[in-house]
């Protein structure tokens, strides 16, 4: 279990990156979702020890990770945004150097290692090419393959999918979802639908804050008999926004269409929509004055 508490980090040029958070993870796919800016990529950095926080805790288990930096190496696994690789390093050169800085000294047992690794992310056949020209999914699965190197019993991964082509995708959030069912995973995403298909749990981000912290079937649910939309076009929409605060404005079927949160149908023209989860995070932000981006 990661326990989180009262945490906060303010960087030096004053932005409040992290305001008082508070979560509770077990095991699973913990999904974190938020806006460019919310503060995601901080917190999970604080979580895996990259940067101290200003106050509050962090706690696996019974190890404190804020106090104890090498404990949490010795328990985490991480897949940062940016993943830099060297340009002539074959994914098994690469995979084994890792290894050797995460403590991984027995020859032996490192080789077993790096190769079952390479197994679980099928990248076992192109082990003797270069990462540098891997594809973008590839990179992410060598990125996933070191982020396993010592069986991690935690693991974050910071936006894993961005730029991935959809089978790509599916690929990526199958072996995520086979990780959960060993680790605690934190998910930081901006794909509403891989938190709604991959996370039992998740939190909407926002202005370093936690917004709302629920499964995705119940943040839906709350909207359920409560989202209406109507046809607008561009000249319109001025006029109708006027009238109703939006949740959004989507274009639909070549039309651009004006989404409401409200208790009775709003006017003639609106139809009853089934709200998806991409509907309950933007009304989450629209309701803290946050925009999705
Ligand atoms: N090292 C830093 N020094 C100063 N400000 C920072 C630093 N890192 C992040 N910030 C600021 O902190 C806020 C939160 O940024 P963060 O990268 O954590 O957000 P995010 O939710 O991960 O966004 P994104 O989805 O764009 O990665 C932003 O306003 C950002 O500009």
Redesign the pocket.
Known sequence: MLSIRNLSKT???G?R?IDDVNLEIGQGLFGLL?P???????LMRTIAGLQAPDSGSIHFDDTDIVADRPAVRRVLGYLP?EFGVYPRMSAQAMLDHFAILKGLTDRRARKAEVAARLEQTNLYEVRKKPVASFSGGMKRRFGIAQALLGNPALIIVDEPTAGLDPSERNRFNRLLARLGEQAVVLLST?IVDDVANLCSRMAIMGGGRILRLDSPQRTVGELRGLLWRKRATIEELAEQERHWTPIATKLSGGHTWIWVRAETKPGEDFESVEPRLEDAYFETLRRHGLQAS
């Open positions: 960087y030096a040029n932005v990156a938020g460019n800016g919310a503060g995601k990529s901080s945004q901006h």
